[in-house]
């Protein structure tokens, strides 16, 4: 099957706490174990996933910039980040790779401020309300992106 394309998978604040903050809206499966299931879907597509997560702006800003000339593409959920940081947007339109802008819940259902992406326009694409599931429709839609 050749190489595997790499896929950097980037968490924003209070990710760390899946599966016990919110339940009712982020569900009961923890970062871990989604990881875990990412991978497996990811093997089976000849893709390697690589994982990041963090609460603070910088340390999301920093591995961006690492990841340049390292990952073929990029899913993030940068979680409040997504309202406000054009620094993390900045960053992600710097590295000029594929992305996909993940949110487990339906942000345009929720409070007003969250209606606003700023990173949409510099992502490839937004996936959001799809629960965790919207990570797994990512890690295809870059396989199908990397096929063609």
Do not use: C, W
């Not at 099957?1 to 924003?12: A, S």
């Not at 309202?83 to 409070?111: F, T």
């Not at 990173?119 to 629960?131: E, F, Y």
Request: aromatic share 10%; hydrophobic share 40%; glycine share 8%.
């Amino acid at each position: 099957m050749g190489d595997k394309r790499r896929i950097l998978v980037v968490n924003g604040p209070n990710l760390n706490l899946l599966g016990s903050r919110e339940p009712n809206i982020y569900g009961n499966t923890g970062l871990e174990e989604l990881n875990q299931q990412l991978v497996l879907i990811a093997e089976q597509k000849n893709l390697e996933l690589s994982f990041f997560q963090s609460n603070h702006e910088g340390e999301i800003i920093d591995r961006l910039h690492s990841a340049i000339g390292k990952y073929d593409a990029l899913i993030i959920n940068p979680g409040a980040f997504t309202h406000y940081s054009y620094a993390i947007a900045d960053a992600l339109l710097a590295i000029k790779l594929p992305i996909v802008e993940v949110h487990i819940s339906n942000i345009y259902k929720r409070e007003a401020f969250r209606h606003h992406s700023v990173i949409a326009n510099v992502a490839t694409g937004q996936i959001s309300g799809l629960g965790l599931y919207g990570y797994f429709a990512a890690v295809n839609y870059l396989h199908d992106y990397f096929s063609h």
